[in-house]
T-cell receptor
Framework: IAGITQAPTSQILAAGRRMTLRCTQD?????MYWYRQDLGLGLRLIHY???????GKGEVPDGYSVSRANTDDFPLTLASAVPSQTSVYFC???????????FGQGTRLTVV | GDSVTQMEGPVTLSEEAFLTINCTYT??????LFWYVQYPGEGLQLLLK?????DKGSNKGFEATYRKETTSFHLEKGSVQVSDSAVYFC?????????FGAGTRLTVKP
């Protein structure tokens, strides 16, 4: 059972470059999320999607965009990366908002 | 807005010691409360949850009771093991929004 698969596992990116972090789930969950994890700040929600075809902004959406063309995939795009976007990014899914969330292994992104 | 405050770490304990990690929250209405655990190099996993006041969540020897009067959801375990070393996150879900605390790193030494 794969659950949530994120790619890449880590990436070093030059500032100003565009980057898409991939996330795929095989649990047919309706809701999906992107969080960033920074030391001392815990996890902060970037964007979410309650169901395929819909997306919403979380706590820290600026500089990021998402799409939800189907149930399984929820890519996160940094249009023009900046050093403050250096972080560990986690994708998660749940059957519905507020139910148990299942997390991927994370993507460690360094913007230089 | 809603928020979660956890005790700052890191916490270092000897094996078989008693563990408490404090968590308090600020929220309107009746949030659901969660504890997640993150082992090294992994994503978060749900440890336990409680959905209404006075509920007790429990799993793997860990417990937490939803105390609305003190807006708290403290995590406890009577006897920790080296394998419990991880980062623990308190979280709440309310009004279509999920908020996490900053995390508390626990190290258990043999």
């Amino acid at each position: 059972i794969a659950g949530i698969t994120q790619a890449p596992t880590s990436q070093i990116l030059a500032a100003g470059r565009r980057m898409t972090l991939r996330c795929t789930q095989d649990m047919r969950h309706n809701a999906m999320y992107w969080y960033r994890q920074d030391l001392g700040l815990g996890l902060r929600l970037i964007h979410y999607s309650n169901t395929a075809g819909t997306t919403g902004k979380g706590e820290v959406p600026d500089g990021y965009s998402v799409s939800r063309a189907n149930t399984d995939d929820f890519p996160l795009t940094l249009a023009s990366a900046v050093p403050s976007q250096t972080s560990v990014y986690f994708c998660a899914s749940s059957e519905g908002r507020g139910t148990e969330a299942f997390f991927g292994q994370g993507t460690r992104l360094t913007v230089v | 807005g809603d928020s979660v405050t956890q005790m700052e770490g890191p916490v270092t304990l000897s094996e078989e010691a008693f563990l408490t990690i404090n968590c308090t929250y600020t929220a309107t209405g009746y949030p659901s409360l969660f504890w997640y655990v993150q082992y090294p190099g992994e994503g978060l996993q749900l440890l336990l949850k409680a959905t209404k006041a006075d509920d007790k969540g429990s799993n793997k020897g860990f417990e937490a009771t939803y105390r609305k009067e003190t807006t708290s959801f403290h995590l406890e375990k009577g006897s920790v093991q080296v394998s419990d070393s991880a980062v623990y996150f308190c979280a709440l879900y309310n009004n279509n929004d999920m908020r996490f605390g900053a995390g508390t790193r626990l190290t258990v030494k043999p």
